[in-house]
């Protein structure tokens, strides 16, 4: 069994940081990319940012200069710090990966979200 677990999501004002980590856990053989994805009320789920296993990351536009994504592979965990907040980035947020267990079968897995809400 492998699981996603978030934290760190928060009330912030506008122009404030967040720091949320994602670690990953269970029968984990390797894991490939890792991610960010969030989700605000009445919107689809949006990518934010991603990062592979060597550490290359990608982000949406929308966040670039704002956000940082790092990763710990001895932890099997991902971070993202968000600073510069606005109120538009309130939303559940939600990180993913992808992940090869011991029986070696591969899939993406998901969180179970964590919120961020940003007051103006």
């Known amino acids: 069994q492998v699981q996603l677990v978030e934290s760190g999501g928060g009330l912030v004002q506008a122009g404030g940081s967040l720091r949320l980590s994602c670690v990953a856990s269970g029968n984990i053989r390797s894991i490939d990319a890792m991610g960010w994805y969030r989700q605000a009320p009445g919107k689809q789920r949006e990518f934010v940012a991603a990062i592979t296993s060597g550490g290359s990351p990608n982000y949406a536009d929308s966040v670039k200069g704002r956000f940082a994504i790092s990763r710990d592979n001895t932890k099997n965990t991902v971070y993202l710090q968000m600073n510069s907040l606005k109120p538009e980035d309130t939303a559940v947020y939600y990180c993913?990966?992808?992940?090869?267990?011991?029986?070696?079968?591969?899939?993406?897995?998901w969180g179970q979200g964590t919120q961020v809400t940003v007051s103006s």
């Open positions: 993913n990966a992808d992940i090869q267990n011991t029986y070696y079968y591969r899939r993406d897995y």
